[in-house]
């Protein structure tokens, strides 16, 4: 069996070039599997585990796209730029590529945090076979409380040198990145109410019980989506500051979501 390999390129979105990792099937697959990052401050954390998790799937069969949003990672455009509706047109622009490297194939969506968010806005645009959001932000008012309350603990933590002094990086940040007020206000508008996911199967994989996703899941439900939801039981801890620099995963998130693409549909 020949080594698979993953393929870096740029693909045009919106006037800039966004970098991406293609990670194509040894054989002739039916589906290809989109990853949608977290936010920023949270990338730093999953980068190494979203690449294993390509690989898996990779290697089960699949064709895997990763790519960083404009204006963040290898990605053109200012880090003081970055907009959730550009995000989404990244989301879009890297389908387009999926169907363009292999006519036919089914889109599938796999988002992470706030890429959860932008998995279900990209769904409701387009046809999407699979959704998996994976302890999704679908409350942008308690994600900016939740960040911003962990940035601040940072500082108490080392008042003398704050990981993320505010003279190095500017007034307007968290965690290191820059968090404007324009920014800030475009989360704020992430809201369940708005968020309806549609796909062939939506699965929701939790790494702790959130009230928040339980509440939209209700709602869902209510509106007729056919819902499978997972509770891994590993709690990932994302708004606790001491965790930020922690690149390993719990094996058993990996190995769930892993397992939703072992039985095709």
Request: hydrophobic share 40%.
């Amino acid at each position: 069996m020949t080594a698979l390999r993953s393929h870096p390129l740029f693909l045009n979105s919106m006037d800039q070039q966004i970098f991406a990792l293609h990670y194509p099937a040894e054989n002739r697959a039916q589906e290809t599997i989109i990853i949608c990052p977290p936010a920023p401050q949270e990338i730093m954390r999953s980068q190494a585990a979203l690449g294993q998790l390509a690989r898996r799937l990779q290697e089960d069969g699949y064709h895997v796209l990763r790519f960083d949003y404009s204006s963040t990672g290898d990605s053109e455009g200012s880090s003081d730029c970055v907009s959730m509706d550009s995000w989404l047109q990244d989301v879009l622009k890297v389908c387009v590529f999926a169907e363009e490297q292999s006519p036919g194939t089914r889109i599938s969506l796999l988002g992470l945090r706030l890429g959860a968010a932008l998995a279900i806005r990209a769904s409701q645009q387009r046809k999407v076979h699979r959704l998996v959001l994976w302890d999704p932000i679908v409350d942008g008012i308690h994600y900016l409380r939740e960040m911003e309350a962990s940035h601040a603990r940072m500082f108490q933590l080392n008042p003398i040198e704050p990981p993320f002094p505010s003279w190095r990086y500017g007034k307007e940040q968290c965690w290191g990145f820059p968090w404007s007020e324009s920014w800030r206000s475009q989360i704020a508008a992430v809201s369940p109410v708005l968020l309806l996911p549609k796909a062939d199967s939506l699965h929701i994989i939790l790494s702790a019980t959130d009230p928040v996703v339980r509440d939209a899941s209700q709602n869902w439900q209510k509106q007729g989506v056919t819902i499978d939801l997972q509770h891994v039981g590993e709690p990932m801890f994302w708004g606790d500051e001491r965790y930020i620099k922690i690149r390993a995963f719990p094996a058993a998130h990996l190995r769930r979501i892993q397992a939703l693409w072992e039985t095709n549909e």
